[in-house]
């Protein structure tokens, strides 16, 4: 049985922990205040026709003025945890050399503020926000980037590793390589499908790079932090089990998967990977001992799941209204031809098919490839169209969505799978990148005009979950 059954009382885990999650960039706002520099995601916001209504970082939920309301939001709804990005061009305007007091003082305040509600802070250190200077120079397909990340993560614990425990290095780093330097769908824009290859591995030596720093800061300190990464592992299916789409499956679970999983857990790139991407590139930007570096044993690993994706090898035999074939540019590096198709399944406002078995069998296949590593949910949840009435905000598809989701990820914890906590994506409706302020995934309502915050229906929802450890009667 893939998932619990719908209506049965489930109890999770003492001591997992419930949390909602954000970005830096897509909350903040005030992108010019205190002389934080511009990041990529400005100047992306900057470019015609690249996000969403022309949408930008501003204003966002203003919550670089307003933390205090939102820490105390996320204390009401009762969560221990609060997964939150650092945006490093506030702390570092070039992404080198000098340091603001004023971004390390934001952060600062953030932290006590949350450990102040008795809130666990879970800083991650990269949620796409490159600092511009950094693009100017080659962005992540320059090395240098991977040391500057590591000085910049350094900076951070130092200020911070009294008080942080949990600390994440990237998140989705798939996102920031292939959308960004293949697809050119994310900031920096760039379409070159070999700069997104040198962008993995720099992204990952970055990681392996900051874990090393943020440990060696801490040895002799009273409080040890446990250091992982956000990874968006997804389950690929084959939509047949023809040749063509076995081979469909097994590429894209290289390409999203495995060239992540695989350096970080086992030191090594995919050979199969190699081989489909050989006439792309020879991965001379690997050099000796980068994944030693890389492959250092993680504390945790986060998983951000959404929806899972069926994959095609070729467009025969199937309905055209069934599948999108990939514009000029695919994230799909050395495997072009591979289509995602639809199954037909309900979706969600961003058109994501909804199926909590993906989670499941994503857990599962973690659990089973990397034994003892233990999994966080860093993000789950959904955008839809919510009802807006006067006080109330009514999403019953979205409470709908991360009840399944919460009864798959109990199935895994009870089929043996090291899962330690569960974060709502996300706490606030927010800067959904290029789609900009249209899509909604809060499970917190912001009204953009006014900053006011209500509470939607399935935060409320959500917020029992949490202080009963569990959904619906005892089991
Ligand atoms: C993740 N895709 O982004 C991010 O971590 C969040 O910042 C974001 O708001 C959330 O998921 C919802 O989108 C993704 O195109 C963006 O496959 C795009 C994709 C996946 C994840």
């Given amino acids: 049985l893939a998932t619990d059954q719908e209506g049965a009382g489930i109890r999770f885990p003492e001591g997992f922990v419930w949390g909602a999650a954000t970005a830096s960039f897509q909350i903040e706002g005030a992108t010019t205040a205190d002389g934080r520099g511009p990041s990529i995601w400005d100047t992306f916001c900057a470019t015609p026709g690249k996000v969403n209504n022309g949408d930008t970082g501003d204003p966002a939920c203003d919550h670089y003025n307003r933390f205090r309301e939102d820490v105390a939001l996320v204390r009401d709804l009762g969560l221990g945890a609060y997964r939150f990005s650092i945006g490093w061009p506030r702390i570092q305007p070039d992404g080198k050399g000098q340091i603001l007091q004023a971004g390390l003082d934001f952060y600062d305040k953030l932290v006590d503020a949350l450990l102040e509600a008795g809130i666990e802070p879970w800083p991650t250190l990269y949620h796409w926000d490159l600092p511009q200077a950094l693009e100017d120079d080659g962005g992540w397909t320059n090395r240098d980037t991977s040391y500057r990340f590591a000085e910049y993560a350094g900076v951070m614990h130092k200020l911070l590793g009294d008080r942080v425990t949990n600390w994440s290095t990237l998140n989705e780093p798939w996102c920031s390589s292939f959308l960004g330097y293949a697809s050119g769908v994310h900031a920096p824009g760039r ?42 592992q997804t389950t690929i299916r084959p939509n047949t089990e023809s040749e063509a789409d076995l081979d469909a499956a097994r590429r894209m679970d290289a390409l999203r998967n495995r060239i992540f999983t695989e350096p970080l857990l086992n030191g090594t790139y995919p050979e199969d990977l190699r081989a489909d991407v050989a006439e792309i590139s020879d991965f001379g930007f690997v050099q000796e001992g980068d994944l030693e570096i890389i492959s250092a044993p993680l504390d945790m690993m986060g998983v951000n799941f959404y929806n899972p994706t069926w994959v095609a090898g070729s467009t025969d035999g199937l309905d055209p209204a069934d599948f999108d074939v990939e514009g000029e540019y695919s994230p799909s590096v050395g495997s072009e031809h591979v289509i995602t198709v639809r199954r037909g399944l309900p979706v969600t406002a961003m058109g994501w098919e909804i199926d909590s078995t993906g989670l499941y069998d994503t857990l599962a296949r973690l659990a089973t490839d990397y034994p003892g590593l233990s999994l966080y949910i860093t993000e789950n949840g959904a955008a839809f169209d919510d009802q807006v009435t006067g006080d109330a905000v009514h999403d019953e598809n979205r409470r709908a969505y991360l009840e399944s989701h919460l009864r798959a990820a109990h199935a895994a914890i009870e089929a043996g799978v090291p ?11 927010n800067f959904e990148w290029a789609l900009g302020y249209d899509k909604r995934f809060g499970i917190v309502h912001v009204d953009y005009e006014t900053q006011r915050r209500t509470v939607k229906d399935s935060g409320r929802w959500y917020g029992r979950v949490v202080q009963e450890g569990g959904i619906g009667g005892a089991p």
């Avoid at 569960?422 to 409706?429: G, I, K, Q, T």
């Fill in 419 to 429: 899962l330690k906590g569960y974060f709502a994506w996300s706490l606030l409706d």
């Fill in 191 to 232: 379409r070159e499908p070999a700069s997104a290859l040198a962008a993995v591995h720099h992204l990952l030596l970055g990681h392996g790079l900051a874990a090393a720093t943020i440990r060696e800061q801490a040895v002799g300190s009273a409080r040890k932090p446990l250091v992982g990464i956000v990874h968006n």
